[in-house]
């Protein structure tokens, strides 16, 4: 039993690097995909979807020096499932042919390795399994908002499923010999603990750098090494976080609102409104407490965001004149040096060239183009 157990463990502390350098990899696809989102906005087209981006990066691969599509899949899928799939069968195998040992190579209630477990006492590591395996998914699922159309459905569908497979998690395990119990239960708590670390921003941040559209904390007061007590405004803030993040997105909404009562004049929670109703892709809203975030902000690296936002919504909306009448403050901004906030400008300048062409200016629109190129351009050399 020692081991298996040993085995276990090490096949999983193993796997962690190769998790990190997955994260890395496709954090930089994530990346280049948005710059080809942005190109194709710039050329006129459609935003496109996952495959059309996929398409595109196979093509440019080499161009823009792009990681292999595969990483997306991973060392879960490519090398993970079929080392676990491969010890499992050979510890049952071996079970089954009574391999020297494990008849009497257990401990406790489990000695007989050969046997599946037996009374309530064999119940205890199936339990556990099960146990560790639907905590999972639920720590898989809860960093998620839920998304509205197809998409949304399906991960709706998905999470119900896996956590349904509780159910055949815990029978086989209980049909399947003690031997492969026993590397069962340290896998499932080590994987637990790995999606439980990579949930983590803290932990993503120093390993794999700041993600996109991770969400925002509220600012914590602070003199010297004393943190003090947040004030209503900045909890409200901090509360709806993991709302809207585990998809109680109406909750998410009162307490927003509830902090721009509390701090009419500050622009944090008119952008986050703006943001969550984006996510729910209700245009008019989203597009409305953008705007006041805008008017709000008190750096231009808060107002490029909430100009990107808002820019979208109105074009999602229809309202193309609008769009540019709101965007078009934009032009006289620096670039800036934060990534997150580069991003934004890009998009702000691309969305204010979509909805030029569109409303037939096509002069104002290329010279609104032709900044973004030149602008990217710069970014390349340096």
Known sequence: WGTILVSAIILRALMLPLKVIQDRKVAEIKSLGSKLQLERL???????????????LRKRKQGLSSPSLLWILGPGICLQVPLVLTIAYSLRRMSLEQHLGFDMGGILWFKDLTAPGQGLVGAVLPL??????????????QGHPIRKGLWGDFEKA?????????????WFTCSAPQALQVF????????????????????????????????????????GHHTTTLSSYEKLLKDAGPRFNSGKISQAIELLKDAIKEEPEKGEAYALLGLVYKTQEDWEN??????????KGKTDDFKIAAYAG?????????MVMECIETLRPIRSFQAPEHPDSRHCYYASLVILGRALLEAGLKEESQEVVRLYKDLDMEKSKS
């Open 42 to 56: 710039a050329r006129g087209l459609s935003q496109g979807n996952f495959l059309e981006e996929c398409r595109q």
């Open 286 to 295: 989203s597009a409305f407490y953008y705007k006041q975030a805008i008017s």
């Open 184 to 223: 069962l239960v340290p896998h499932s708590v080590m994987t637990f603990s790995q999606t439980v670390l990579f949930q983590n921003e803290k932990f993503l941040t120093q390993v794999v750098g700041p993600r996109k559209n991770a969400a925002v904390k509220a600012p914590v007061a602070s003199s």
């Open 128 to 141: 556990l399994v099960a146990a560790v395996y639907f905590g999972n998914v639920h720590v898989l699922f």
């Open 158 to 170: 998905l999470k119900t499923v896996l956590k349904c497979s509780t159910l055949f998690i815990f």
């Open 310 to 318: 808002c820019g979208l919504a109105l074009l999602k909306e229809g």
